[in-house]
């Protein structure tokens, strides 16, 4: 017999169905899993996450100790350069305690002159700017003048610091033998006062005319084998004389050790006799005080430009350490031509100077 086609079509349709379920099923269970799949991929991307921000709180911590650091020991290599340096790479730190060596030279040239003498200040920056002190030497160049007195003072003296950061300003009223020098000299132990800084702030102060031409090498080879205590140097006046003993050091610069300075500050002696001739003045407080055991006569790497001739004055020549009484522009350019300072001058394109 044959089938009819309602009895046929129940068992072919029934595979298809089947198939059909099974696809359905097939395709919940992948979904299921795709699900699974994007949580576990949420759950661990959001521990990842959480690991580096661990990770990261943890450099920031190091970062910030590392940063505060940096910045105590910017800021006290910016208080050690409080004044304008020459040295081995023109920025050169003071040494701190620590590390410093006996071989490392702090010296302070302190040029007294007067507010109004911008120009000439701006030309003492050229000259010593210019100078490269040996390498572990510091030499600090400071400008010293008493209050300012008036009103474009108090505008361009400020600018002036603000720019080069190498003046001092003293409590005192306008002098040259009335006790300047030694407002100066006793000023200094609190002015540089500093916890953090090298002990002492400088092994030598040396006061100084502006009619002065220092070459900074050579004072600093003169001061290496000498002690760093009780020391008196300078070109020893009267001129004749070669006895550093006899009598005293020449107002065109003389050092002395920072322990004297200390000493300065402390007596009674140069207190109640601040009249007279600064640099005999000076070195009245010396002889009375007992003072400067070590003395170093620098004549005649010292002296009084050559012309005209006197018995201070000398004849330009190598070994040269100070000319003073450079009064005028001639005198400047004929000694600084002398010593050929312009030697490194560098080639470009930019200028032409024969």
Same mark, same amino acid.
């Given at each position: 017999?044959?089938?009819?086609?309602?009895?046929?079509?129940?068992?072919?349709?029934?595979?298809?169905?089947?198939?059909?379920?099974?696809?359905?099923?097939?395709?919940?269970?992948?979904?299921?899993?795709?699900?699974?799949?994007?949580?576990?991929?949420?759950?661990?991307?959001?521990?990842?996450?959480?690991?580096?921000?661990?990770?990261? $709180?943890? @450099?920031?911590?190091?970062? /910030?100790?590392? %940063?505060?650091?940096?910045?105590? +020991?910017? *800021? =006290? #290599?910016?208080?050690?350069? $409080?004044? @304008?340096?020459?040295?081995? /790479?023109?920025? %050169?730190?003071?040494?701190?305690? +620590?590390? *410093? =060596? #006996?071989?490392?030279?702090?010296?302070?040239?302190?040029?007294?002159?007067?507010?109004?003498?911008?120009?000439?200040?701006?030309?003492?920056?050229?000259?010593?700017?210019?100078?490269?002190?040996?390498?572990?030497?510091?030499?600090?160049?400071?400008?010293?003048?008493?209050?300012?007195?008036?009103?474009?003072?108090?505008?361009?003296?400020?600018?002036?610091?603000?720019?080069?950061?190498?003046?001092?300003?003293?409590?005192?009223?306008?002098?040259?033998?009335?006790?300047?020098?030694?407002?100066?000299?006793?000023?200094?132990?609190?002015?540089?006062?500093?916890?953090?800084?090298?002990?002492?702030?400088?092994?030598?102060?040396?006061?100084?005319?502006?009619?002065?031409?220092?070459?900074?090498?050579?004072?600093?080879?003169?001061?290496?084998?000498?002690?760093?205590?009780?020391?008196?140097?300078?070109?020893?006046?009267?001129?004749?004389?070669?006895?550093?003993?006899?009598?005293?050091?020449?107002?065109?610069?003389?050092?002395?050790?920072?322990?004297?300075?200390?000493?300065?500050?402390?007596?009674?002696?140069?207190?109640?006799?601040?009249?007279?001739?600064?640099?005999?003045?000076?070195?009245?407080?010396?002889?009375?005080?007992?003072?400067?055991?070590?003395?170093?006569?620098?004549?005649?790497?010292?002296?009084?430009?050559?012309?005209?001739?006197?018995?201070?004055?000398?004849?330009?020549?190598?070994?040269?350490?100070?000319?003073?009484?450079?009064?005028?522009?001639?005198?400047?350019?004929?000694?600084?031509?002398?010593?050929?300072?312009?030697?490194?001058?560098?080639?470009?394109?930019?200028?032409?100077?024969?």
């Amino acid at each position: 017999m044959t089938p009819s086609l309602s009895d046929t079509s129940g068992p072919l349709l029934r595979p298809h169905h089947s198939k059909m379920a099974e696809d359905r099923f097939n395709c919940r269970i992948e979904m299921k899993n795709a699900r699974l799949d994007r949580r576990r991929f949420v759950l661990s991307s959001f521990f990842f996450i959480l690991f580096l921000c661990f990770l990261a $709180s943890i @450099n920031e911590v190091r970062f /910030d100790s590392l %940063l505060k650091f940096g910045q105590c +020991a910017l *800021a =006290s #290599s910016m208080h050690s350069q $409080s004044f @304008n340096s020459i040295s081995s /790479d023109h920025n %050169l730190s003071a040494t701190s305690n +620590a590390s *410093a =060596s #006996s071989d490392d030279i702090r010296i302070l040239i302190g040029i007294l002159t007067l507010p109004d003498q911008y120009q000439r200040r701006h030309f003492l920056r050229l000259i010593y700017g210019t100078q490269e002190a040996p390498t572990g030497v510091k030499v600090d160049v400071k400008f010293v003048f008493c209050n300012l007195t008036k009103e474009d003072q108090k505008v361009l003296v400020a600018l002036e610091i603000m720019r080069y950061d190498d003046i001092i300003i003293l409590d005192c009223k306008e002098n040259m033998n009335k006790g300047k020098t030694y407002t100066y000299f006793s000023s200094l132990p609190e002015m540089l006062s500093d916890a953090n800084g090298p002990s002492p702030p400088y092994h030598y102060v040396m006061k100084a005319d502006d009619d002065t031409y220092f070459r900074v090498n050579n004072l600093v080879e003169s001061l290496r084998p000498l002690p760093r205590e009780d020391l008196y140097y300078g070109y020893v006046i009267p001129c004749p004389s070669m006895d550093p003993f006899k009598h005293y050091m020449s107002g065109m610069g003389y050092l002395i050790s920072w322990d004297i300075v200390e000493w300065i500050r402390e007596s009674e002696i140069p207190k109640n006799h601040l009249e007279g001739p600064e640099d005999k003045t000076f070195g009245d407080w010396i002889r009375e005080g007992h003072r400067a055991k070590n003395r170093y006569n620098a004549k005649w790497s010292m002296y009084n430009f050559p012309e005209p001739h006197t018995g201070c004055t000398h004849e330009l020549w190598p070994d040269t350490i100070a000319v003073h009484l450079l009064k005028n522009q001639e005198k400047w350019v004929r000694t600084l031509k002398y010593f050929n300072v312009t030697a490194h001058l560098k080639p470009s394109k930019l200028y032409h100077i024969p």
